[in-house]
C-alpha cells in the first residue's frame, strides 16, 4: 500500500467522481452531447482505473465475468427490445414516437432507454476486453 | 497551393500510408495491428475534417448561433471506431492464441513453425 | 405488428437472438434456439422474395425518418435473392451443427459459438437488406468480426494464424469500402444508395469519384475474394471448423458479389462502371485468371478443404467473369450462379463435415477406400463436385450455359473457350476425389469407419438435392436472377 501513495489518494478520490460523470453524461445523452457509448467507456474506465492502481483481484470480484457478460447481452436486448417494442406499439422498427401519447415525449423516453442499453453494453464489453487481456501473464 | 488548402487530405493520407506500409512491412503481429489502426483512424480524420464548415460552432441548438458543423460524419466515425475498438480486440485476442499456440508473434517464425509441421500449407 | 414489418425483423430477430443465446448457457438449448431463429429466417426470407416478386420494391424506412434522410431498407429482386440464399443455408447449416461443432471445437463454451455465428448471420442479412451505404459497412464489419472467430475456433493452431491473416484483409478491405463511402458522402452529402446513383450520376467526372469507385471495387473484391486478393480465403476455408467452412463458402462471397453488383450497377451505374471506368477490362481478365489458376491449384492440394477452397477461388471467378460481361445473360448467370455455388460448395464442405466426424481427417488419401463403407457421404461429394465441373442436370450447367451464351453475344468466343476449359480442369480435381474415393483399396489395418450420423448427413443431401432440382427446375432461379440482372442494368422489367 505504500508504494505510489500518491496515486493511490488520488486514484480513490477520484474515481467516484469518474462515476458520477459518467452517469451525468449517460443521463444527458438524449439532447446534450453525450450518450451510452460516452458514459459506457467512462464508467469502465473508473473500474480499469481501479484495476491499474489497485489491484485487480478486487476489481474483478466486484465485476465478475459471468455478470459481465450478462449485462452486455442485456444491454444489446434492452436496444433491440426497444425497437421492436415500437412495432408492438404500431409504429415502424427504432420509431420512438409512438412510445408515448406525445411523439416529443415517446422519442425522450425511446432513446433515453436505447442509451441505457448502449451504455451498460459499452460499459461491460470494455470490462471484458480489459480483465480477458489482463488475465494473462 | 492545393498543399495548403487541401491539408487535411494530405495529413490523412501520409497518416494512411504510413499505416498501410507498417501492415505490409512488418512481420510482428502486434506492430501489423498498429498499423492497421493507424490506417483506421486516418480514415476516421479524412470523415471528420469533411464535416467541418468554416466558421461553423457545435451542432447544438441554440438561438445566438446558425452556422453548425456538420455532425453526421461525426456520428457515422463514433460508429466506426467502436468497429475499430472491436477489430483491435479480435486482433489482440487472436494475436495472444497464436502466441500460446505457436510462442512467437513474428509471421516469419509462424511461417517456418508451419512449414517444419509439413503437410502443404503453401501460400 | 403486421407483414410490412420483415424487411427489419429479417436483420432484427438474429441480432436480438445472438444475446439471448449467449444467456441460455446450455449449449443445447442454444443450439436448438439458433435452429428455430434459422428456420424462422427462413420461412420470412421466402414470404420477402414472393412478396417482392409479385409488388416489386419494398422500402422499409428504419425509424420512421424519410429516405435519403433516414435509413431505408430496400429490397428488390436480386437481394431478396440474396437473402433467401443465405438464410437457406443457415437454417440447413445450423442443425447439422450440433454434431460437428461438439466434435471440432474443443472450448467449452459452445453457447458463445451460437451467439457469434449468429451475429455473423445478421452482418450478412443486414449487407444484404440495407440500402444505405455507410450501414454496408457496418454490417460488413459486423459479419466479418465475428467470421474471425468462427475460423479462429478451429482446431488447428493454424485457424489461428488464419483467422489473423483473414483479420488484417479484412480489415483494410473493409476500411478501403470506408474511404470510397466517405468520398461519395463528401461529393453528394448522401448515403443512401438510391439517392446516392441520382447525385453520382450529376457528377461523374469529380475525381473523387473515380477514386471513390476505385476504392469501392477493390475493398469489395477482397471480400469477395477475386485473384489476386484471395490468399486469405484458401488459409482461412480450410482450418475452420467445418459447419463454419459450410457456411461461410456458401454465403460470405456471395454477399460480397452481391455488394458488388450494388455498388457497380446501382449507385455508379452500368454506364459510369463499364464506360468511362475499364472495369470490364479488368474484370475479365481476372476473373478468367482466377477459373484457370484456382481450379489448377486444386489439383495439387491433398486436404481436401484446400482443395475445394481453391475451387471456390475458382467459381468466385465464374461469378465475377458474369458481373464482367454487364450484359443480361452475363448477369442472369453471375447471379444463378451465387446461389447454385452456394447450394453445391455448401453441400461439399458438410460431406467433408461429415467426413472429419468420422474419420478425423480430410487428407485425400483417408479418402481411399471410403466410397463402399461412407457410400451416402461420398455420393454426395461426388454430385456436388460433378456439379462444380458443370454436368448437365447439375445446376453448375445452368449458370455455364448463362455465361457461355453471354460469352458468344459479346462476341467473345476466347472466352468461352476458356470457360469450357475451366470445366475440364475442375473434372480433373473431381476426377482424383472420385479415383481416391472408389477405386483405391483402403489401406491396410484401416480402422472401421460407420456412415455419418443422419442428423449431419439430412441437411448435407438437402443442398446437394436443391442443387440437383435447380439443375432440372431451371425455371424459378432463372426467372428471378433475370429480373435481378434486368433490375440492375436499368432494363425495363
Known sequence: ?137 | MDILTHFNYWAAIALATIGLYAVVARHNLIKKLIGLSLFQTAVFLLFITIGKVTGGTAPILDAAYSLYSNPLPHVLILTAIVVSVSTLAVGLALAIAIKRDYGTVEEDEIHDADSAAGTGGEE | MNAGHLPILQVALPLIAAPLCVLLRRPAFAWAFTTLVSWALLAMSILLLIRVMADGVISYRLGGWAPPFGIEYRLDAVNCFVILVISAVAAVVTPYMRQSVAREITAPRHNLFYGVYLLALTGLLGIAATGDAFNIYVFMEISSLASYVLIGLGSSRRARAAAFQYLIMGTIGATFLLIGIGLLYMMTGTLNLADLSLRVAEVPDMRPIYAAFAFITIGVLIKLALFPLHIWLPNAYTHAPSAVSAFLAASATKVGAYVLLRFVFTLFGPEFSFERMPLMEILMPLSLIAILVGSGVAIFQHDLKRLFAYSSIGQIGYIALGISFASTSGLTGAIVHIFNHAMMKGGIFLALGCMMYRTGSVELSALHGLGRRMPFTMAALIIGGLGLVGVPLTSGFVSKWYLVQAALEADLWPVALLILLGSLVALIYVGRVIEAAYFRPPPPGAPAVREAPWQMLIPTWILLAASLYFGVHTDITVSVAERGAEMLLGLPA
Open chain 1, 1 to 137: 500500500m505504500s508504494d505510489f501513495l500518491v496515486l493511490k489518494v488520488m486514484a480513490k478520490l477520484l474515481i467516484p467522481f469518474i462515476l458520477l460523470f459518467g452517469f451525468y453524461v449517460q443521463m444527458h445523452g438524449d439532447y446534450g452531447p453525450g450518450g451510452g457509448f460516452q458514459a459506457g467507456v467512462i464508467v469502465a474506465a473508473a473500474f480499469i482505473l481501479y484495476a491499474i492502481v489497485f489491484e485487480i483481484g478486487t476489481a474483478r470480484r466486484v465485476a465478475p465475468m459471468a455478470v459481465l457478460v450478462t449485462i452486455a447481452c442485456l444491454g444489446v436486448l434492452l436496444y433491440a427490445g426497444v425497437g421492436v417494442a415500437n412495432l408492438v406499439y404500431g409504429g415502424r422498427f427504432l420509431e420512438y414516437g409512438v412510445l408515448a401519447h406525445e411523439p416529443a415525449h415517446g422519442n425522450h423516453i425511446g432513446i433515453l432507454i436505447v442509451e441505457i442499453g448502449v451504455g451498460m453494453a459499452v460499459a461491460a464489453v470494455m470490462m471484458i476486453i480489459f480483465f480477458s487481456f489482463a488475465r494473462r501473464r
